[in-house]
């Protein structure tokens, strides 16, 4: 899944929080262009069977995120779907 927020800054800040508490790979990437609505933004790559965790740990640290995308593979494209 990728979990969309504002920055660098907050991106790194969330991909620590979330590795250190659940011990699974938080990718920090640039937002893909099929959902980024413009402007700057940065996205953490993280595994969807960990959304609760993730959602639960971005309002305990009080994370800006944005939005929550599943990401799939099709026909060799990745796709992604709003899951907020």
């Known amino acids: 899944m990728l979990i969309t927020v504002g920055s660098i800054t907050t991106a790194s800040?969330?991909?620590?929080?979330?590795?250190?508490?659940t011990g699974q790979?938080?990718?920090?990437?640039h937002t893909?262009?099929?959902v980024n609505k413009?402007?700057?933004?940065?996205?953490v790559r993280f595994p969807e069977q960990h959304i609760k965790s993730a959602?639960?740990?971005?309002l305990k640290y009080?994370?800006?995120?944005?939005?929550?995308?599943?990401e799939?593979?099709?026909e060799g494209k990745r796709e992604y779907h709003d899951i907020s």
Do not use: D, H, T
């Open 13 to 21: 800040r969330l991909s620590r929080i979330l590795e250190q508490n």
């Open 25 to 29: 790979p938080a990718e920090v990437v």
């Open 32 to 34: 893909p262009a099929a």
């Open 38 to 43: 413009g402007g700057c933004s940065y996205s």
């Open 55 to 58: 959602r639960e740990l971005i």
């Open 62 to 70: 009080k994370v800006p995120a944005r939005k929550f995308y599943s």
């Open 72 to 74: 799939n593979m099709s």
